[in-house]
């Protein structure tokens, strides 16, 4: 008795006997009494799933750990002493607008971060709806509803069809029971179950005897004890998953932190070094604090954040319109750095709709007839997908169904076959193996079913008999969900971008190997029970050297997710069900399916899309990596700007000259000057190659490449600006015109620069009709411009009016040196960034 006890104890419950299942739930088949149901409740909880939110002051507090928002804070602390430090008149509201649109890049950017950290937590959340609201239950006997949540362990649930079932159990006794478990395990057929105890080692979608919380019954009827509730259900394990998954740093999370933090040494060191020099000639503090407050301002890029967020929001744009919908903007630009992209079959590769693709028979109208009249499908949209598929190979092959008599055998996972009586005939539809006992084989059959089996088909036999006669084959169904239209050529595109397809699915290995072969994915399988023990590095080198997994389960998809990553790969992770949502949280990018995908899998996934479709999916590849060239375009732009605008206030504070620009000159021009056009360079459009190179490494720096081409035009744009202002100075001795002068000069060779960073080849070799919106925003800068010197408005900002000579060397030094700069082009072009 004793060693019967300790095996119950080590099996599960779906591999043990009924009996060792009443005993180890402690449980009898008339249910619980009502007095140990309360005291189980109140011993080991209730049926829900445990609550995991965040505050919102702690999700505030997550977003402040970014250098980047501590590099907009130090702007917004300038920015409002920079009135005070100037300040020759009482201040107003007036003096503080630089303040207030930093303030207002600074809470747009957090409040973003909080509304996705907030809405990624929703996941779990919807998981708590996922399950049913009430029960049904036997208590000493007698059927009771109860609320789902009042459910305990060792409780006998009572389950018939289009019961959402609240928990799991272990089936006792059932009749032709069939359940939905596709949200949970990725089967896309409803799953016949069985009272008989299955392999201790069975994976979640092979436990027949088991029923569990959230999937849906389908036909039958059943009984089942209850073996775990709330958390302890597989539901509740996905809960875990979910909420100890944290997605990683995105790629241009990284590169920016990166590009922050290089930007806050520089200004550092340039801050100290003024400070020392300026401090060693005795300047006065308040001129010293005045010209490190302008050195400061110049090196903070403000509108980054903003344009970052501008460019992502016009690539959803872009994106919906192709059927994907963006969740969280910043997954859009990681997009274009997926170097594996892990998919799931049903629906995604294939069409989730069971088709005849082959047949063998002497007469296939006689076999037609056969799968259409021994079938209980209302038609061929509504009905069992098998069932539906024959309906329309009826309608194909013109075959007449006719109208059912008797069920003298109704289908069961038992007896693997149905039969029905018709006109006095009797058609059989069901297993091959099934029908072949009846009829008898002289091998013929057999080897046809091999032979469509071996091509990834679900097979099943027709037989007819008449009155008084042996049922006779009458031919061969091969069913398949076929492949959908465009994803061989997504699968050819994918890779000549050099991004990897993993299938990984839930489907058996035979049908996952045949659809790899018919798609372009390398047909090397492994199952998921292969993993089962394996440490992090036998993992990776599974991902390393199979295409194709079958059979796994929701922790097998975390940890070939987690491998890949650890590999140094960007993965992007389709899914559709409940089961998928921790893998989806895990990779880089989570896709969530639209169309036949669970609110779980939605709200923990970063895109959705809304055709299924797996060729949308490559295309939003081309999408992400449009966003990621345009960031890199108005990033190297932006940084141009600031470096000459750094350059020239240390060379003129180093020859003891008055510093050529104003803190309030430079935020003009960082955030209009430099805004505008950034924000027009988002909506560049794609490069023709797009797709034909590989992803650009994770670690790779933002502007890698970049460094000559930033060199040469910082050094262009600060000589120009130098000559500008001391060629102006000395002509005139007047040091507001000299100042208006240079900072108009910044603003017109700027404008030129913003053109410049199109593309490596000289400018004009791309038509200005390519880029309407940056011709719009340099218009638009070169009006409110000229506006600004030549109104009262001017004052604000200490300028003057320009008097007309001063425009001739403006300008034409301005194309001098935009024509030197393209010149030079083909000296320092990179294959890194888009031709």
């Not at 274009?336 to 007469?363: F, I, P, Q, Y």
Request: hydrophobic content about 50%; overall charge negative.
């Amino acid at each position: 008795m004793a060693s019967d006890a300790s095996a119950m104890a080590v099996l599960p419950p779906h591999a043990q006997s009924t009996d060792q299942v009443w005993a180890t739930q402690q449980s009898q088949e008339d249910g619980l009494s009502q007095a140990e149901a309360a005291r189980r409740l109140a011993a080991e909880g209730e049926n829900a799933l445990p609550e995991s939110k965040r505050s919102p002051f702690a999700l505030v507090v997550k977003q402040l750990k970014s250098i980047f928002v501590w590099i907009l804070a130090f702007a917004l602390v300038l920015s409002i002493a920079l009135p005070v430090l100037e300040a020759e008149h009482a201040l107003g509201l007036s003096d503080f607008v630089d303040a207030i649109v930093i303030a207002g890049i600074l809470v747009m950017n957090t409040a973003l971060g909080v509304f996705q950290e907030a809405r990624a937590e929703k996941a779990i959340a919807q998981l708590a709806s996922f399950a049913a609201p009430r029960a049904n239950v036997l208590r000493e006997g007698t059927a009771t509803e109860v609320p789902a949540t009042e459910v305990v362990r060792g409780d006998v649930l009572v389950l018939s069809a289009g019961d959402r079932i609240p928990t799991d159990a272990r089936v006792t006794t059932h009749s032709g029971l069939r359940v939905d478990e596709s949200a949970l395990t990725g089967e896309s057929l409803p799953v016949p179950k069985q009272a008989d105890a299955v392999p201790a080692d069975a994976a979640v979608a092979d436990q027949k005897s088991m029923v569990f919380a959230g999937t849906l019954v389908t036909a039958g009827s059943c009984q089942a004890v209850v073996t775990a509730i709330g958390r302890h259900t597989e539901v509740g394990h996905l809960a875990g998953l979910l909420q100890s998954a944290e997605p990683p740093p995105t790629p241009l999370e990284l590169q920016l932190q990166r590009l922050a933090r290089l930007l806050a040494i520089v200004a550092a060191v340039a801050v100290v070094i003024i400070m020392v020099v300026g401090t060693l000639r005795g300047m006065p503090t308040g001129e010293l604090l005045l010209v490190a407050v302008s050195l400061g301002v110049s090196m903070v890029p403000e509108g980054l954040p903003a344009v970052v967020t501008v460019c992502f929001a016009v690539g959803a744009r872009h994106m919906a319109q192709q059927g994907a919908l963006v969740r969280r903007l910043d997954a859009l630009e990681t997009l274009g750095s997926v170097s594996v992209l892990c998919t799931d079959k049903t629906g995604t590769l294939t069409e989730n709709r069971m088709t005849v693709v082959e047949h063998w028979a002497a007469d296939a109208r006689v076999l037609a007839q056969v799968g259409a009249s021994c079938n209980r499908a209302s038609d061929g949209s509504h009905g069992a997908p098998t069932e539906t598929a024959l309906l329309r190979f009826a309608e194909e092959q013109k075959a007449k169904r006719l109208a059912i008599d008797s069920e003298p055998v109704p289908f069961s996972s038992a007896v693997k076959y149905m039969a029905t009586t018709h006109a006095g005939r009797t058609f059989y539809k069901g297993a091959p193996e099934r029908l072949l006992e009846l009829t008898g084989d002289d091998g013929s059959v057999r080897e046809r079913v091999d032979a469509m089996a071996s091509r990834g088909r679900r097979v099943l036999a027709a037989a007819v008999a008449e009155p008084n006669a042996t049922p006779q084959i009458v031919g061969l169904f091969g069913l398949e969900d076929p492949p959908r239209e465009g994803v061989s050529g997504a699968v050819a595109s994918a890779r000549s971008a050099g991004v990897r397809t993993v299938m990984i699915t839930g489907d058996h290995q035979g049908t996952a190997k045949a659809i790899a072969e018919r798609v372009g994915i390398e047909p090397t399988v492994a199952e998921g029970r292969q993993l089962d023990g394996c440490d992090d590095a036998e993992i990776e080198r599974w991902v390393a050297s199979r295409s194709v997994f079958a059979r796994v389960s929701p922790e097998h998809k975390v940890q070939l997710c987690s491998a890949l990553q650890r590999g140094g790969a960007v993965v992007a992770m389709t899914g559709d069900g409940v089961n998928d949502a921790p893998a989806l949280k895990t990779a880089h990018v989570g896709v969530a399916m639209g169309g036949r995908g669970t609110d779980v899998a939605r709200e923990a996934a970063s895109i959705v899309l809304a055709d299924d479709h797996y060729a949308t999916l490559v295309g939003a590849i081309a999408e992400g990596r449009r966003s990621h060239d345009n960031i890199r375009r108005f990033t190297l732009f932006l940084l141009r700007a600031n470096f000459d605008e750094l350059l020239l206030v240390i060379v003129t504070f180093a020859l003891a000259l008055p510093i050529p620009y104003l803190p309030v000159h430079i935020l003009w021009i960082n955030l209009l000057t430099d805004g505008l056009p950034a924000l027009a360079l988002t909506a560049e459009p794609a490069e023709p190659d797009i797709m034909e190179r590989p992803p650009r490494p994770p670690d790779e720096h933002l502007l890698a490449g970049e460094g000559p081409g930033l060199v040469v035009a910082t050094l262009i744009s600060f000589a120009g600006a130098l000559a500008i202002y001391l060629g102006v100075l000395n002509a005139t001795e007047d040091l507001p015109l000299a100042r208006t002068a240079t900072l108009t000069f910044a603003v017109v060779l700027e404008l030129a620069l913003a053109f410049s960073v199109r593309t490596h080849a000289p400018t004009w070799t791309r038509p200005l009709r390519s880029s309407p919106w940056l011709v719009a925003a340099s218009a638009a800068v070169l009006v409110l411009h000229v506006i600004l010197v030549y109104s009262p408005l001017g004052t604000l900002l200490h300028l003057v009016p320009l008097p007309a000579w001063v425009w001739a060397p403006i300008l034409g030094l301005a194309a001098i040196l935009f024509l030197t700069l393209e010149l030079t082009k083909p000296l320092l072009r990179r294959t890194q960034m888009p031709r």
